[in-house]
């Protein structure tokens, strides 16, 4: 069965509101003959007559009534719908779906956010917390636009991986173990450790950072959840290694912040599919390099 054209419907909408088949023809830059037979397929399709002439008047009948009512809500809602799709193609308004890991979220991000709300409002980020791997997965499969992932990865075919930032890793220990002004892997490994699980890229990066020292010490926790893992070192449960992500001040007294000796590094990347992307997708990228490091 033949679906009815949007084309045929606003022929029967403009015959109607001109009250002519020539007045419609002129105003869509039709043949009269075109008109007449757009006419004659909505008839056909639906079977019954959907004019009326009455001293040279054009009329609906009950029926046509009924299609125009309909057509005209149709004709709306395609002219919106091509609308919204324009003012996305020209980067007025659009969706970027983004995953990235809490502690990227609820530190770095915002300041991403807070520079595009002022240059492009209309574009709405739509932030997921995911680990680096299922990030890269879901760019891979199409569901992710963006991936803050931490480095090193293999982007694989078709996507693309960038470095970003390079954020110190520091010790966060409870203020009243004293710590020294640089935190050792000798002296960490022996206290009370709250740190990522083995499924993150921060744990393979601290994990080495003491096997380097011939250590290989027991967490009493693992947790992905940083601002969690703060709150627990600033309760005495145990210290940790975390990345200084765009912390300006200590905002726990009870938290002693530390540099390492060695030092040691969080890196991360912007992933995204290779070749040209959406250009909402694309001001958030710009938003992202004005937090480059």
Known sequence: MREISLDRLRTLVVICDRGSFAEAARQLNLAPPTISLHVAELEARIGAPLLTRTRGQVRPTVIGETLLARARRLLADADL????????????????RLGASTGAIAHLLPQALEHLRTVHPGVDVQVQVLTSQASLTRVREGTLDIGLVALPQVAGKGLAVTPWRRDPI??????????????????????????????????????????AAGLYPEPRIELNYNDAIKSLVGAGYGATLLPQEGESAELDRRIARRPLRPGLWRQLGIACREGQVERATGYVLQALERLRQ
Request: aromatic share 8%.
């Open 81 to 96: 719908a091509l609308d919204e799709v324009r003012r996305q193609v020209e980067g007025l308004t659009g969706r970027v």
């Open 170 to 211: 520091l010790a966060y220990v409870p203020a009243d173990w004293q710590p020294p002004a640089r935190v050792t892997p000798a002296w960490l490994a022996q206290r009370a450790l709250i740190l990522n699980d083995s499924s993150t890229q921060l744990s393979r990066v601290t994990g080495e950072w003491f096997a």
